[in-house]
């Protein structure tokens, strides 16, 4: 298997432009999560899914940030308008299960810079 | 509520010395325990972790971690590390649910 893909890996983008984020998880993993990356706050998840359907969000920072999972294979992360403290590191992981137990297997990341 | 603190920020090592990295975790309930690696530039990559059974827990890359409750620690180490083991370490924590906490990360740097 290709791993946890994502695309674009950097995007720099100006402050008020839509910035979308992609990935595919693993095939056949249910639980897929997105976190963001910062010196300041490290990693943080922001939402995560189960079997395409959100479960929980309660870490997306505000309603200018929004995630969708169309089908298991795709899911993405919009930022509409970003703004410079969006500046991050933005990771999507996939997992088999989400009891805790399980291994989370992460993307290579998508760096985001908002001038 | 669960939390993990790792003690250093950075730790610099020559090359083939002993190496160990601290993390400690508080949470109310039984936990699963977690050490993650970042390459420059990579994702995270998981180095071991500790579910049930026996304390020490042997990884990849020849690093193992000893669980210890009665400190609430979980700390990483390796006897003799490489150049190649320079990288962001993570102690991560998680209980019955699905959210992983990490901690800020321990930067390693080998040296020559």
């Known amino acids: 298997d290709a791993g946890v893909i994502q695309s674009p890996r950097h995007e720099v983008t100006e402050m008020g432009q839509e910035v979308t984020l992609r990935c595919k998880p693993i095939?056949?993993?249910?639980?897929l999560f997105w976190y963001r990356q910062t010196m300041m706050r490290g990693l943080e998840l922001l939402i995560y899914?189960?079997?395409?359907?959100?479960?929980?969000d309660s870490g997306m920072p505000e309603d200018r940030f929004s995630a969708k999972m169309p089908n298991a294979s795709f899911s993405t992360l919009k930022i509409q308008p970003s703004e410079p403290r969006d500046s991050a590191v933005y990771f999507c992981a996939s997992s088999l299960t989400g009891t805790g137990k399980g291994e989370q297997y992460f993307g290579p990341g998508t760096r985001l810079t908002v001038t | 509520a669960q939390s993990v603190t790792q003690l250093d920020s950075q730790v610099p090592v020559f090359e083939e010395a002993p190496v160990e990295l601290r993390c400690n975790y508080s949470s109310s309930v039984s936990v699963y325990l977690f050490w993650y690696v970042q390459y420059p530039n990579q994702g995270l990559q998981l180095l071991l972790k500790?579910?049930?059974?026996?304390?020490l827990v042997k990884g990849i890359n020849g690093f193992e971690a000893e669980f210890n409750k009665s400190q609430t620690s979980f700390h990483l180490r390796k006897p003799s590390v490489h150049i190649s083991d320079t990288a962001e370490y993570f102690c991560?924590?998680?209980?019955?649910?699905?959210?992983?906490?990490f901690g800020k990360g321990t930067l390693l740097t080998v040296n020559p």
């Open positions: 500790y579910l049930s059974g026996s304390t």
């Open positions: 899914f189960n079997n395409n359907v959100p479960i929980d």
């Open positions: 991560a924590v998680s209980s019955s649910n699905y959210k992983l906490t």
């Open positions: 095939s056949g993993h249910d639980y």
